[in-house]
């Protein structure tokens, strides 16, 4: 049963730490995507990929989050520094974009920055 | 910009009643259309996706329809059950089939049983 893996689950860490967010996402998917869940925002998309390229980072505050995908089967959401308001649970999704498939949701990264 | 409202916010009902929950979007230039169930604390999982061409879906008691010209989508689950109990999100991708997704706030669904 493939499915897209996320680690960490949880993180706790302080104002101006560094923090890395993982998404493995299902073999085969051309397209990786990071969206952020707050109660106030709701789910908002951050950045997305095709082929590992980057292709839109409209939704990230550009001065502190950066998207990576260094090879096929990672990708990677980096907070520098951090900031309390980045509190959130950051969802990795993969999809098969071009086909009738439906995009598949990770379990998502749970960041508290006090 | 597109933007999605789910109407209503929240929704109790007893255990067997059939219930509708409603989806409105102002740029009917979709491509495709989604609906995900959220629990508590939870990812996102697909129930439904409406490919631009059709008007409808149906899994089990679940049923979608997409109405692109009116810029609106309904799901629709018959007897509900405690089990629903949930949030339910309702996501058009953008025209491009970039595979986009725009999300509603989502309506959140207690059965009572």
């Known amino acids: 049963d493939a499915r897209v893996t996320q680690t960490p689950r949880h993180k706790v860490t302080e104002m101006g730490q560094e923090v890395t967010m993982r998404c493995q996402p299902i073999?085969?998917?051309?397209?990786v995507f990071w969206y952020r869940q707050t109660m106030m925002q709701g789910l908002e998309l951050l950045a997305y990929?095709?082929?590992?390229?980057?292709?839109?980072d409209s939704g990230m505050p550009k001065d502190r989050f950066s998207a990576e995908m260094p090879d096929a089967t990672l990708a990677t959401l980096k907070i520098q520094p951090s900031e309390p308001r980045d509190s959130a649970v950051y969802f990795c999704?993969?999809?098969?974009?071009?086909?009738?498939?439906?995009?598949?949701f990770g379990p998502g990264t749970r960041l508290t920055v006090l | 910009k597109q933007e999605v409202t789910q109407i209503p916010a929240a929704l109790s009902v007893p255990e067997g009643e059939n219930l509708v929950l409603n989806c409105s979007f102002t740029d009917s230039a979709i491509y495709n259309l989604q609906w995900f169930r959220q629990d508590p604390g939870k990812g996102l999982t697909s129930l439904l996706l409406?490919?631009?061409?059709?008007r409808e879906q149906t899994s089990g008691r679940l049923n979608a329809s997409l109405d692109k010209s009116s810029g609106r989508s309904t799901l629709y689950i018959a007897a509900s059950q405690p089990g629903d109990s949930a949030t339910y999100l309702c996501a058009p991708w953008d025209s491009g089939n970039t595979g986009k997704l725009i999300f509603g706030q989502g309506t959140t669904l207690q059965v009572k049983p």
């Open positions: 073999l085969g998917h051309n397209t």
């Open positions: 409406i490919q631009s061409s059709q």
């Open positions: 999704a993969s999809g098969l974009v071009g086909s009738t498939d439906t995009q598949y």
């Open positions: 990929f095709r082929n590992r390229a980057p292709l839109d």
